[in-house]
């Protein structure tokens, strides 16, 4: 597969996930993050993180399989098709809530839950922990842009025709252009209930 592929790959990667999120108005956007955590949450973390490389991990194997069979704009219909049951698959198998989201939404399914909204519109550059109710975590990961991410999330003039006309014909709304290497194109959220509250 050629490098442009794989680096379309990379940036599909970042680009689709549904919202799972819990509803809870109590999760309102102005959650703290906390500065220390305690040893129950650091295990709450170390399987957030867990969740979210799993899905990482299988989005892009997926992605990458169909970018060595078909062309680059052909595949997003692939990650907008798959996104969600990796999603959700991830999420049985790891018991957290996990998806993607952005302050420059290329799919408006992606929309944060209510307490990484702040976060997300002040555009931090490091995780963020935060208490949710009944003893759960949510983590806050950023999505940071590699070079070859740019071909579908770059400059707009930049961005090859055939992905330009296959991302304006899936995405009518997409707001995910104009980043450059180095930015934060987006985050991954994961919520982690009480394990122990869960089990009884």
């Given at each position: 597969?050629?490098?442009?592929?794989?680096?379309?790959?990379?940036?599909?990667?970042?680009?689709?996930?549904?919202?799972?999120?819990?509803?809870?108005?109590?999760?309102?956007?102005?959650?703290?993050?906390?500065?220390?955590?305690?040893?129950?949450?650091?295990?709450?973390?170390?399987?957030?993180?867990a969740a979210k490389d799993k899905f990482l991990?299988?989005?892009?194997?997926?992605?990458?399989?169909?970018?060595?069979?078909?062309?680059?704009?052909?595949?997003?219909?692939?990650?907008?098709?798959?996104?969600?049951?990796?999603?959700?698959?991830?999420?049985?198998?790891?018991?957290?809530?996990?998806?993607?989201?952005?302050?420059?939404?290329?799919n408006d399914k992606n929309k944060a839950p209510q307490w990484a909204t702040s976060f997300v519109s002040d555009r931090i550059e490091d995780p963020v922990d935060v208490e949710l109710p009944n003893d759960g975590l949510g983590v806050l990961l950023p999505i940071r842009m590699k070079a070859t991410c740019t071909h579908c999330h770059g400059d707009a003039e930049q961005i090859s025709p055939d992905v330009k006309i296959a991302l304006a014909t899936t995405y009518p709304n997409d707001h995910a252009t104009g980043f450059s290497e180095g930015d934060i194109r987006g985050y991954f959220w994961v919520e982690v209930d009480d394990q122990e509250k869960a089990i009884k």
């Open positions: 597969m050629s490098f442009l592929g794989i680096g379309l790959a990379v940036a599909f990667v970042g680009c689709y996930a549904d919202k799972q999120a819990t509803s809870d108005k109590s999760q309102q956007s102005a959650a703290k993050p906390l500065s220390v955590l305690s040893e129950k949450q650091k295990n709450q973390k170390k399987k957030a993180v991990a299988s989005l892009l194997g997926e992605l990458i399989e169909s970018m060595s069979e078909n062309s680059p704009a052909e595949s997003i219909n692939v990650c907008k098709s798959r996104a969600l049951e990796i999603a959700k698959s991830v999420s049985e198998e790891t018991g957290v809530r996990i998806g993607r989201t952005s302050f420059q939404l290329r």
